[in-house]
């Protein structure tokens, strides 16, 4: 996990209410990316973002934003239009450009209650 | 769907034996990766290889690429407890940067 941070590890949601989580690199990477696991369902897309202050839908963009407004950061906010947050959400990151290694973070584990 | 698929889906071996997973994908590639999921954790990359490859090694780790069959194995040898976890394989189909990922493979070594 060295290299990019995750924050929290556990996040607990009211439905209705929005969430952000924190995503952090220091490794200069360009590209960062946000993924759901579900149990059985492998990774899915959220977004991902090149270059800072550009970002693209993944395949399960909705309900879901970004922001990039530095290298480093890339928080992703769950709003309350995601009918099923309930999951394990990833953050990567990568040099932008190449399909060489992604970096990931620990991981955060939204529950909505 | 899922471009990369991961086979069997569950694997149940003895410490000190082999392990093997495959995984199939549908469109043509220029890399498959393998990377490792312990439970709860984030995902660690292992191993790369490219199209023009057929084999590359790792420490105790073969993978193997065949590219008329759209397939690439992930051999664990000599296989311990600590190799218990999650493998998933990832392509980036049609040559785009963004690698897709497979199900996974789920591998528990019995000490």
Not at chain 1, 64 to 93: H, I
Not at chain 2, 36 to 54: K, T
Not at chain 2, 75 to 100: E, N
Request: glycine share 8%; net charge neutral; charged share 20%.
């Amino acid at each position: 996990d060295g290299g990019i941070t995750q924050s929290p590890k556990y996040l607990f949601r009211k439905e209705g209410q929005n969430v952000t989580l924190s995503c952090e690199q220091n490794l200069n990477h360009d590209a960062m990316y946000w993924y759901r696991q579900d149990p059985g369902q492998g990774l899915r897309l959220i977004y991902y973002s090149q270059i800072v202050n550009d970002f693209q839908k993944g395949d399960i963009a909705e309900g879901y934003s970004v922001s990039r407004e530095k290298k480093e950061s890339f928080p992703l906010t769950v709003t309350s239009a995601q009918k099923n947050p309930t999951a394990f959400y990833l953050c990567a990151s990568s040099i932008e450009g190449t399909t060489d290694t992604q970096y990931f973070g620990p991981g955060t584990r939204l529950t909505v209650l | 769907s899922q471009q990369g698929e991961e086979d069997p889906q569950a694997l149940s071996i003895q410490e000190g034996e082999n392990a093997t997973m495959n995984c199939s994908y549908k469109t043509s590639i220029n890399n498959l990766q393998w990377y490792r999921q312990n439970s709860g954790r984030g995902l660690v990359h292992l191993i790369l290889i490219r199209s023009n490859e057929r084999e590359k090694h790792s420490g105790r780790l073969r993978v193997t690429l065949d590219t008329s069959k759209k397939s690439s194995s992930l051999l664990i040898t000599a296989s311990r407890a600590a190799d218990t976890a999650s493998y998933f394989c990832a392509t980036d189909p049609g040559g785009s940067y963004i690698p897709t990922f497979g199900r996974g493979t789920s591998l528990i070594v019995h000490p």
